[in-house]
């Protein structure tokens, strides 16, 4: 096909006057123009497979989506038409380019109007009242006395260790070695105990390939009080086979996408059910100031994991409907801090945010998790604006209902409690949890865990919120509770805790058998001795040259273990233990 002639500057098609009029485009531009749109139809479906942007004009997303197709149309022209290599072509480009140029204008004029009427500086008092927070509660009152069966004393990282081993412990699936523990561990209400649960994910593209027909065999649940994981398998034939570890059609979003198109989704968060069938909680989210402003919660999709099956509930529905109460969290602690954010610096307005100040106060840098009520609750403490070392009071949020409750409480902020936790111990170099609030006696008490460096649990600490100088570990949760008693008398202030209720679970091996014998005795010369002081208690900690760990004892429990030197020969009695500190039952000094 012979090329064609165009003249653009109005002339009769031929090279002579300035010399210019005529331009020489490639052959059928329409043809062209044809194969540019259908390239940009199959691109922009590609792009929609990988990028799963919701249809709706509160979605970002979306125009990104369409200035991306947009892209592709303009490249396929500009590639088939000759333009790169003959400039004398661009006028015929920018003739065909101006329906396309008008939609991408009226795109990016709408993203631009959108984010200007969403924002803070128009809308500060709707962002103010995304939230609603009661600030007239009282701490004795409201939050009961501790109750340390439900008190959890392990963090993620700690959760995510156990979780770990207990995989690597399973013999009786073959095909175990083909998976390893997701990173994402959801903190839940299961059988009124406190628990973290976690799926699978594939150890590689290689194992993905060789098990994504079966899909994962099951799912652990780590509890968070006992310190025990679990992995829980699923019958043959009910493997999980929808999750975000998955790809293509099996892959959560997309399954999710191709069923609500114009839907908003938030992270989905795996959960049980009482009966301890496994789901995909699917946030659904809407922006509720301006276009893109004021993320929150209108209702979720709930995704059967095993057979991707779909079940659609509002906010409403999961706060009153009885049997969707094991439901514990449709707002992620990101998006509750954000929202409280809002309420706390903008609640006086724009300018007040950032002249003066008042009463302008936010979220700490941390956050945890509390079981309360059979609900989940969202901690953090709050800080005024100067953002200095102390907190003001803490804030509860309840993650299935967003209840929000602000408590007054002057003291320490998380962290600094835990590097004073730490630092009661830095002999043994641990690493402290990050603190969850309790009510110990009618005062606030920040609890921690104390870690080693395999994230295994091997001591307590107390820090008292408002007099944050009483600080206490221990290597069992009754010890440290005794000492934080003793040590807040020496303040001046009387507590009352029952000891004798507390049951102090094991971290590593199995409770003691009653029927058996369970104790050691162990012989040889000391090889290492230190000594720490613990809650106002003098610790010995001894190594012996015939055994690995060390053994620690009170000296109130036996005054001679302060004349122990390296090379004394000494004969300890204790519980079997898997433990790195064991404790001596008695000693013998020969």
């Not at 975000?244 to 795996?270: A, C, D, I, Q």
Request: negative net charge; proline residues 4%; hydrophobic residues 40%.
């Amino acid at each position: 096909m012979d090329p064609i002639k165009v003249d653009f500057t109005g002339g009769s098609g031929s090279s002579g006057g300035s010399g210019k009029s005529a331009v020489i485009l490639p052959s059928n531009p329409v043809l062209k123009q044809i194969i540019a749109i259908v390239c940009a139809i199959v691109g922009g479906a590609i792009a929609y497979y990988f990028m799963l942007p919701a249809f709706n004009f509160k979605a970002i997303e979306m125009y990104e989506f369409f200035g991306t197709v947009l892209l592709i149309y303009f490249a396929v022209l500009l590639l088939l038409s000759g333009a790169m290599k003959n400039p004398e072509y661009v006028p015929y480009i920018k003739k065909r380019a101006i329906v396309p140029i008008v939609i991408a204008a009226v795109g990016v004029l709408i993203v631009l109007v959108g984010y200007i009427v969403s924002s803070v500086f128009f809308r500060a008092d709707s962002y103010s009242k995304i939230i609603s927070v009661d600030e007239n509660k009282t701490f004795a009152s409201d939050i009961k006395e501790v109750d340390f069966s439900a008190v959890p004393v392990l963090d993620n990282d700690a959760a995510a260790a156990l979780a770990k081993r207990t995989l690597g412990d399973i013999a009786s699936i073959g095909k175990i070695s083909q998976f390893e523990v997701a990173g994402d561990f959801t903190q839940i209400n299961y059988k009124n105990r406190p628990v973290r649960v976690t799926t699978l994910a594939y150890g590689d593209i290689f194992k993905w390939f060789k098990n994504t027909s079966s899909g994962f065999p099951g799912y652990i649940v780590v509890d968070m009080v006992t310190q025990k994981a679990e992995f829980v398998t699923l019958k043959e034939g009910s493997y999980m086979r929808y999750s975000p570890y998955e790809h293509f059609s099996k892959y959560l979003m997309r399954h999710l996408r191709f069923e609500y198109p114009t839907y908003m989704f938030g992270t989905p968060t795996f959960e049980i059910d009482e009966s301890g069938k496994p789901y995909w909680i699917c946030p659904v989210v809407d922006k509720t100031i301006g276009l893109f402003g004021g993320t929150d919660v209108k209702g979720a999709v709930l995704v059967d994991a095993v057979t991707g099956d779909f079940a659609e509930y509002t906010v409403d529905q999961i706060k009153n409907d009885a049997n969707l109460q094991w439901i514990d969290g449709i707002y992620s602690s990101q998006l509750l801090v954000e929202q409280y954010n809002y309420y706390g610096r903008y609640s006086g307005g724009f300018w007040n945010s950032v002249i003066g100040q008042s009463g302008v106060k936010g979220a700490t840098e941390g956050s945890n998790y509390l079981a309360l009520n059979d609900d989940v609750y969202m901690y953090t403490g709050v800080t005024s604006a100067g953002n200095d070392e102390a907190i003001i009071g803490f804030v509860l949020i309840n993650m299935r209902t967003k209840e929000a409750n602000f408590y007054k409480i002057s003291g320490a902020k998380e962290y600094s409690a835990a590097k004073s936790a730490q630092g009661a111990v830095q002999n043994f170099k641990y690493t402290a949890t990050f603190p969850i609030l309790l009510n110990i006696g009618g005062q606030p008490t920040y609890f921690m865990s104390l870690k080693d460096d395999s994230n295994l649990v091997k001591m307590y600490a107390m820090v008292n919120v408002e007099q944050y100088q009483v600080v206490v570990t221990g290597t069992k949760i009754s010890d440290c509770t005794e000492n934080y008693m003793n040590k807040l008398k020496e303040n001046g202030i009387n507590i009352s805790v029952d000891i004798d209720n507390i049951k102090d679970e094991p971290t590593d091996e199995p409770a003691p058998d009653a029927s058996k014998d369970n104790t050691e005795t162990v012989k040889g010369k000391v090889s290492d001795i230190r000594t720490a002081v613990i809650g106002g208690e003098s610790y010995y900690y001894i190594k012996l040259d015939s055994s690995e760990p060390y053994y620690y004892i009170k000296a109130s429990a036996d005054q001679r273990v302060v004349i122990l030197n390296k090379g004394d020969s000494v004969e300890i009695t204790f519980e079997k233990s898997k433990s790195e500190l064991i404790e001596i039952k008695s000693i013998k000094i020969k």
